[in-house]
């Protein structure tokens, strides 16, 4: 089965600073997808980027970018210049066309952001 | 655009009773999938449904089920419900195929007592 490890419960990190949050997933798919999602107090979760396992390249959202190392199944989520806004839950997700569609996501990583 | 919309936010139930949920997807979204999310296990997935037909189920018993209108509208049931059941149950919406994302609602928290 498909599983989603993130090591990091809580994060913090002052205003405008960088973050990284880890994730390593464990496959053995060669097609699929990765996502990190946010989940604020509001508790509704929004996507934050997203990641097709056959493209090189990793993805860039304005602040947010991914460090996407398919031989080694990890897949990090580096936010810059962070803000006030940015404090949520962040789960890392996985999604396979071959088992099911469903997503299997990690247990989230707590971010906090200090003024 | 509307959003995913769930309703209704906030359920308190006794022991032994069953509940619903409903759900409506975003205006052209086929699939509506369901997850459970709770502090112990996380977010756990219950199935999905796209054009009507349950296309996955994960591994939940008996007691939880759904069902798929032919308005993509979902909605899912639980009986002879446990205290363990409380949980915020999320519903997302997608188009189901190809390398989509999910888009989700703001949850139902059921609390059973």
């Known amino acids: 089965a498909q599983t989603v490890t993130q090591s990091q419960p809580e994060m913090s990190v002052q205003e405008a600073e960088t973050v990284t949050l880890s994730c390593t997933y464990d496959?053995?798919?060669?097609?699929?997808?990765l996502f990190w999602y946010k989940q604020p107090p509001s508790r509704q979760m929004i996507l934050v980027i997203r990641q097709e396992a056959y493209k090189q390249q990793n993805a860039t959202e304005n602040r947010f970018s991914v460090n996407f190392q398919k031989a080694a199944k990890s897949f990090s989520l580096k936010i810059s210049d962070s803000q006030l806004g940015d404090a949520a839950m962040y789960f890392c997700a996985y999604r396979s066309p071959n088992t099911g569609n469903q997503f299997y996501f990690g247990t989230g990583t707590s971010l906090t952001v200090i003024p | 655009k509307a959003g995913v919309t769930q309703t209704p936010r906030y359920l308190i139930k006794t022991r032994g009773q069953q509940v619903t949920l409903s759900c409506s997807p975003i205006?052209?979204?086929?699939?509506v999938s369901w997850y459970q999310q709770t502090p112990g296990q996380g977010l756990q997935f219950l199935f999905e449904?796209?054009?009507?037909?349950?296309?996955n189920k994960g591994n939940f018993p008996g007691r939880f089920s759904g069902r798929q209108f032919s308005n993509s509208r979902s909605e899912m049931n639980v009986s002879t419900l446990e205290l363990g059941d409380s949980a915020l149950y999320l519903c997302?919406?997608?188009?189901?195929?190809?390398?989509?994302?999910?888009?989700f609602g703001q949850g139902t928290r059921l609390t059973v007592v």
């Open positions: 997302a919406s997608s188009l189901g195929t190809g390398p989509f994302e999910a888009f």
């Open positions: 496959t053995s798919e060669s097609d699929y997808y």
């Open positions: 449904y796209f054009s009507e037909t349950q296309r």
């Open positions: 205006s052209g979204h086929r699939s």
